[in-house]
């Protein structure tokens, strides 16, 4: 297609090199090469259609390769809406940028964009307020428990307790934001648990007692959401989490810092803040602290108060006064507008004039670049949260006498903007992130993150420290009298969001935060780091150790060092890095490989391909070029021209490491030229059979055995030993005989890659065939040296363990990359240091340099985890979103699957299929058998490595439900069970998710099943211990079906079962109404021949009174199932009376319908319903009177509706089109059974009355 090879007179240079050379012509065919132009073309067009029009060749558009985009006319964009605009993109943009921004700074850009007067910086604003400053107690310590909890599950153990205690913050800050806006208060910082919240209003009194109001809400409610945390096991650490409140007015000085470098920061001080805080440290926990200016505001509230003690003023020093009251309640509440604040400034930004984009472009500098990267990109801001290793930086601005800066001197502003502005250019160059930036009693501290995402680097650590060193040198530069404290801890954090949809903060949770924050408290006016950074920094400056310390939240003493400011020494350490095309430094290697071929083809020739095995072990660390070794190996194999030599391959996969014979599945469906799939169909049967006739002919034997490692559905006849051990030799048998036949004619090579990963039953095969077969040779791949046993019936074997490259192969190896013929000489001299000579890292570290903007040495990385994050952290949002589903699906990920994960971010297929093959172009995704995957698993892992455990838990969820329901893939047992069973754990037993807990059992039976099958009782007793313990975490519970026994019904497709329960209800229904008809007919017949009878018999009737004159009533009374709904009240008669001639006919069709309902329930494992059933058929068969048989049938209608919401709430959201039209219109979203149970109490009846019409 000469137009898409045409695009590459538009690329930049180092783009065209890459297109002729590297992964672009090699890798895509024209219809990738197409979709991959044509999303560059539609990022060009969405900059500037006049760029596309004038760079883009004209043949590009007459032969059809990329057409400009259709011109739309006035009318047909009026009636789009106008929904791609530019005004709307700037409005929806500006809404999301305000979402991180305090309502105060958002008016101010409103009145700056109407006024048309930019606001200087530093911005200094005097304004009456109130204050009110909420902190969680206890934070610390319940910080150090979750360490410990989660201190024995692994590597993610540091992410765990960093999500556990983001989970808390988050809930509680939710919580109060939402309490804030009703009141109307203005978030206006964040602080690790606390929070500053500013009350405005037309006068100081209403303001205060709005923020009194506030307070007192918070505490109750806060507090009511911490119990209910604890009591669902969030929180089960016996650590009292509760808030305390102060709460000061007066005059409060709003300051706009920074404004360049496209940065600036909003905070508040004055005598309100010092007043806010002096009662935040008198509050005790739940206890709300107010001053007595805020009491005298609060007066006409009737505040009840109690004045704090003076020996507890005393206790704490520096306070402005020494009258304070704890505030209990209010018995006159303030009065709140009707319309929110918040939704009021909203409401006034839209109306704003925001075509030039202005406010945009201001609200921007208070949000950091992660996030702005997101919204640029047509991204959630959610999707910035990752789970990362960060260095936390705390800084404190003091003066000359170490205290803080007195902010009502006219300097004091000016002093701190030329600080904030040297701050910012520092960490501009070292890629540093102001997240949090307060002034109170203490001081002006900055919080600075090393490693949000799209600005990480493995040396984080290292810069953290020299950033530090050089903003001291720099401040005291610049003005001898500022003193500056720095504290600097390393560990897991969540880099995520904070706060609700009404205000939020993007931000790092985690033990180094506090750990950082309570370093920068005992430094004095040094740097203190702690064990972490000191290790990841060594080398890079020299440190000296002080004595340990104890800090506020922690039981033991902290490692504290300090760097030496005054000596400076940087050494570069390992960089890791990844080879793929290059086999040099293995000279030796390659000849061991050549003379092993050569041996074996001789011997074949010799012995008439009757000679013994020989096999060839290639085995090494993760980087070690093990698959480039293997392919120039199987290079050398074409070139063997005296004799044509087979070669079979099959690379193994870690999540089918348990799947029987799972790499014998390949290889010998390539011999037999056959296709292999999970599920067998009748052709591949037939072509499987007619393989295996012109292979063996009449010593072909259609064994049952030979399913297991072939696409065949031979049936278990009689006579053939079914006992595991006779099968698994009758398998091993067979294929002995098929691999001695193919070797009769040609050698035969047989590859395993990755068999680290091999399956039990794949390695014994694996040993008898080296002992039974004649003229092949196994060439195998490792990470680790393969056992001796495995060759022992090896004729000859040659081990190959790779071993890292010397200096001058790797500094080759680097120009190579690099594509020069020279290199720098600085970065020829870190080469050895930060490579150790594994190709892995050569390759990335070349990589490294060569995307570097300017090639700095500072930005590479140092191990193989940074080498492979600093790649994938400049993808932009989009990429990395499908990138992270890549890594966590594994293999053979298609479109479909991502699209079905994320609907919301990819609803154009052809932009989603731009995303793969741009993934693909950069070398990090390859395309296999039928879809995609990433093509080095240390990339898998460090991708998988920057989600959440909540994260990864959604999208195990999100792609088993996927696979389980699409017929068309092709996945394992085992595999289902992977995914299920990892969507079912949470990080305690009691957040286990039963629905996906029984999913897991039951494809964990299946895959037990089918290694008993092969006879691998190994992994049978894995299997069913994975299962067992699954079993013990589910809760006694009383739903209305087992999902695990209804799963079995449809061989685990549960897009059949949700067909299936669909099918149930509605003739459940149905046999319902016939029920009621024949109960019905019975009560008519009754009152036409109680009409007919004796006088004897009427005055019997007269007798029983007026329950007589109405069999069937459809009144309220403690015999219905719900308020409104029927009632089923058949009068009482005397059966004796009446013909069994006429008894018979309704009776039967009751026990029928009845009897139905009980085999179906039965079958699906809806146990009530079928015992409610089954009471109704022994009723008729007992004679029970039409009146009782009524009340079972109203018991069996209140089971099947609890059945109903049950499959419509937990079984998932696309069962809910197959039950729309049998369910409650307007039922709530109750989940589970309680849920199901509690619309049953509630509504009653008139549920029950919609959802079963017949009644």
Not at 33 to 55: E, F, G, M, W
Not at 122 to 151: H, N, Q, R, T
Not at 182 to 191: I, M, S, T, Y
Not at 1188 to 1216: P, Q, S
Request: proline share 4%.
């Amino acid at each position: 297609m000469p137009c898409v090879k045409g695009f590459q007179e538009l690329l930049q240079d180092e783009e065209r090199v890459g297109w002729n050379t590297g992964a672009y012509h090699k890798t895509l065919d024209d219809r990738h090469l197409l979709l991959l132009c044509r999303k560059y073309t539609q990022d060009l067009n969405r900059i500037d259609p006049k760029i596309l029009a004038s760079v883009v060749p004209a043949e590009f558009h007459l032969q059809g390769g990329l057409s400009p985009p259709n011109e739309v006319s006035e009318e047909e964009e009026e009636e789009q809406g106008l929904e791609d605009s530019p005004a709307n993109q700037l409005a929806e943009e500006a809404h999301l940028y305000a979402q991180f921004t305090c309502t105060h700074k958002i008016r101010d850009f409103v009145k700056e964009q109407n006024s048309g007067i930019p606001n200087p910086f530093p911005m200094i604003e005097m304004i009456k307020g109130a204050l009110v400053f909420s902190d969680l107690s206890g934070f610390s310590k319940l910080c150090e428990s979750y360490v410990e909890k989660f201190a024995g599950t692994g590597t993610n153990g540091q992410s765990k307790a960093a999500e556990k205690l983001n989970l808390v913050v988050n809930s509680v800050f939710a919580l109060q934001i939402a309490l804030v806006d009703e009141h109307h208060g203005d978030v206006v910082n964040f602080a690790g648990d606390a929070m500053f919240v500013l009350f405005e209003a037309e006068d100081l009194a209403t303001a205060a007692q709005r923020a009194a109001a506030c307070a007192l809400a918070m505490l109750r409610e806060t507090q009511k959401r911490l119990k209910d945390l604890e009591a669902r096991g969030v929180d089960a650490l016996e650590t009292q989490q509760f808030i305390h409140i102060g709460i000061g007015s007066g005059d409060i000085r709003c300051m706009t810092f920074g404004g360049e470098f496209d940065k600036a920061e909003f905070v508040v001080a004055g005598p309100a803040l010092t007043e806010a805080k002096d009662c935040g440290e008198l509050a005790q926990c739940g206890e709300a602290i107010i001053s007595q200016s805020v009491l005298d505001l609060c007066r006409v509230c009737k505040p009840v108060t109690a004045q704090v003690s003076a020996k507890l003023v005393a206790s704490v020093d520096g306070l402005a006064s020494d009258t304070f009251f704890v505030l209990s309640a209010l018995e006159e509440p303030p009065f709140l507008p009707t319309q929110l604040l918040r939704a009021d400034t909203y409401k006034a930004l839209r109306e704003c004039d925001n075509s030039n984009g202005l406010v945009e472009e201001s609200m921007r500098r208070f949000v950091p670049h992660s996030i702005s990267a997101c919204i640029d990109s047509g991204q959630s801001p959610k999707e910035a949260e990752e789970c990362r290793r960060v260095t936390i930086m705390f800084i404190r601005l003091l003066d000359i006498e170490c205290e803080p800066f007195d902010y009502s001197l006219a300097e004091s502003p000016v002093t701190v903007q030329k600080c904030i502005l040297e701050i910012y250019g520092l960490l501009h160059r070292y890629e540093g992130t102001v997240s949090r930036f307060q002034i109170d009693d203490k001081g002006t501290v900055l919080k600075i993150v090393f490693g949000f995402p799209l600005m990480a680097h493995e040396d984080d650590p290292v810069r953290a420290v020299h950033c530090a060193i050089e903003i001291r040198k720099n401040l005291k530069a610049l003005t001898p009298s500022i003193q500056s404290c720095v504290g600097i801890a390393t560990g897991t954090t969540i880099c995520g969001l904070v706060g609700n949809e009404t205000r939020l903060e993007y931000t790092a949770v985690g033990s180094a935060v506090i750990l950082a924050a309570r370093l920068m408290q005992n430094a004095n006016c040094c740097i203190l780091v702690d064990e972490d950074t000191l290790k990841a920094s060594s080398g890079s400056a020299v440190f000296e150790k002080i004595c340990s310390i104890k800090v506020k939240g922690r039981s033991t003493k902290v490692k504290v060092f300090r760097p030496v400011e005054t000596e400076r020494r940087i050494t570069k350490k390992l960089a890791p890095v990844r080879d793929s095309n290059n086999i040099l430094g293995r000279d030796i290697e390659m000849s061991k490989a050549r003379l092993a071929l050569e041996q074996f083809v001789d011997d074949w020739i010799v012995q008439g391909g009757k000679g013994a095995c020989h096999a060839i072990s290639i085995h090494g660390p993760p980087g070690m070029g093990k698959a480039t070794v293997l392919g120039r190996l199987l290079g050398l194999v074409m070139d063997i021209r005296r004799i044509k030599i087979q070669v079979c391959k099959a690379s193994v996969e870690a999540v089918e490491n348990k799947t029987p014979y799972h790499p014998w599945k390949k290889i010998l469906a390539k011999i037999l030229g056959v296709e292999i799939s999970n599920k067998v169909t009748p052709f591949q049967h037939r072509a499987s059979v007619n393989a295996l006739n012109n292979l063996l002919g009449a010593d072909t034997v259609e064994h049952p055995a030979l399913n297991d490692v072939l696409p065949t559905a031979f049936p278990q006849q009689s006579g053939i030993a079914t006992d595991a051990k006779q099968r698994r030799e009758k398998l091993i048998e067979m294929v002995t005989a098929i691999l001695n036949k193919v070797v009769e004619k040609d050698p035969l090579i047989i590859v395993m890659h990755s068999t680290q990963w091999c399956d039990n039953s794949s390695l014994a095969l694996m040993r008898h065939v080296m002992a039974n077969c004649t003229g092949l040779m196994f060439v195998l791949t490792s990470r680790t040296p393969v056992s001796q046993t495995h060759f022992e019936e090896a004729l000859q074997t040659t081990i190959m363990e790779l071993e890292p490259l010397q200096e001058t192969e790797s500094i080759e190896l680097v120009r190579q990359t690099l594509g020069t013929v020279e290199m720098d000489r600085a970065i020829e001299e870190v080469v050895m240091d930060r490579t150790q000579g594994v190709p892995l890292y050569c390759v990335e570290f070349a990589r490294a340099v060569k995307e570097s903007p300017k090639g700095a040495l500072s930005e590479l990385p140092d191990t193989i985890t940074g080498a492979v994050l600093l790649r994938i952290d400049r993808l932009l949002p989009a990429p990395k979103l499908v990138l992270k589903i890549v890594a966590v699906a594994g293999k053979d990920v298609r479109a479909s699957l991502i699209a079905d994960v994320v609907p919301a971010q990819f609803a154009d297929q052809d932009d989603l299929q731009a995303e793969l093959e741009y993934l693909v172009s950069l070398d990090i995704l390859i395309r296999d058998r039928t879809g995609y995957c990433i093509k080095h698993e240390m990339v898998q892992e460090v991708v998988t490595g920057f989600l959440t455990f909540a994260q990864k838990r959604f999208l195990h969820g999100r792609i088993a439900a996927y696979l389980a329901s699409d017929s068309a893939s092709e996945v394992s047992h085992a595999t289902l069970a992977h995914h299920f069973e990892l969507a079912a754990k949470g990080m305690s037993e009691a957040e286990i998710d039963v629905p996906q807990c029984k999913r897991a059992i039951w494809f964990l039976k299946l895959a037990a099943e089918d290694s008993m099958k092969v006879g691998d009782n190994d992994d049978v007793e894995k299997y069913l211990a994975r299962c067992e313990a699954l079993m013990v975490m589910l809760p006694v519970s009383s739903d209305p079906f087992d999902l695990e026994t209804a799963l079995t019904l449809t061989d685990g497709n549960e897009a059949l079962l949700r067909e299936v329960l669909g099918t149930f209800i509605t003739n459940s229904q149905e046999s319902i109404r016939k029920v009621v008809l024949a109960l019905q007919a019975a009560a008519l017949q009754w009152q036409s021949d109680s009409a007919g009878s004796s006088p004897m018999m009427s005055a019997d009737n007269s007798r029983r009174g007026s329950r007589c004159q109405t069999p069937l009533s459809t009144d309220t009374d403690s015999s219905s199932f719900g308020e409104g709904g029927l009632v089923m009240r058949v009068q009482e008669w005397n059966a004796r009376t009446i013909e069994d001639r006429k008894l018979k006919g309704w009776r039967e069709t009751v026990r029928f319908e009845a009897r139905s309902i009980a085999s179906a329930a039965s079958t699906l494992g809806a146990v009530q319903v079928s015992e409610k059933a089954i009471a109704i058929e022994n009723g008729c068969l007992d004679g029970l009177p039409a009146d009782g048989l009524g009340k079972e049938v109203t018991a069996l209608a209140k089971e099947l509706h609890i059945l109903l919401t049950f499959v419509k709430n937990d079984f998932g959201a696309h069962y809910r089109e197959v039950v729309e039209d049998a369910s409650a219109p307007g039922e709530p979203s109750s989940s589970g059974v309680a849920g199901a149970q509690e619309v049953g109490a509630r509504k009653g009846a008139t549920a029950e009355e919609a959802s079963w019409g017949a009644l």
